[in-house]
């Protein structure tokens, strides 16, 4: 994903907010600064696809983001991503794809950001009603379709099992030397 900020300065900020938060692309172009709270590190959501407003955290990668941004905003502006004339700006997905090809990311679609979110907060431990209330699904079944298993995901699991195997026959064997005591 760096190489996207690197070719593309503007959309460098959006896909931070993309992977690191989970929101959709209406609603990271949408935002206001208004629905932006620093001191309780939260974006309100009100305009959502589901029709309900929700609250969603920031870390502190999205929060310097959205500072730097706040801090080259256009004078009156009350979008966090307008074009020159301080109105907000409208996702243009040729240029996506254009931007995507150039840093080498095939096949890319802007949606496949909040599945990488998704993924990254299931493998940092988040659990699966959380992860449904950040991104705004209705059930954690549709929650589970955005999270994929990964090959740290999965080494982490087989190591688990490998320990509680292994505590298994560390009791086995103490019980029987027990027994046979």
């Not at 709270?37 to 969603?56: A, M, P, Q, Y």
């Not at 074009?83 to 080498?104: F, I, L, M, N």
Request: hydrophobic share 35%; with cysteine; proline share 3%.
């Amino acid at each position: 994903m760096n190489a996207i900020a690197t070719l593309h300065p503007y959309l460098g900020p959006i896909v931070t907010l993309a992977i690191y938060t989970g929101m959709r692309r209406g609603e990271i172009y949408e935002r206001a600064w208004g629905r932006v709270d620093f001191s309780r590190e939260t974006i309100t959501l009100l305009k959502t696809k589901s029709g309900r407003s929700r609250e969603i955290p920031m870390n502190s990668l999205v929060k310097q983001t959205l500072r730097q941004l706040e801090q080259g905003r256009l004078k009156g502006s009350e979008f966090v991503f307008t074009d020159e004339d301080g109105k907000p700006r409208t996702p243009r997905s040729r240029h996506w794809y254009q931007v995507c090809r150039a840093a080498g990311l095939v096949n890319l679609n802007f949606h496949d950001l909040r599945h990488t979110a998704a993924t990254r907060m299931a493998e940092g431990g988040t659990d699966a009603f959380t992860i449904a209330d950040i991104l705004g699904h209705a059930s954690i079944q549709m929650s589970a379709r955005y999270t994929h298993a990964t090959d740290q995901g999965r080494r982490r699991a087989r190591a688990a099992i490998l320990t509680e195997r292994e505590k298994d026959c560390h009791k086995i064997v103490t019980m029987e030397r027990k027994q046979a005591g």
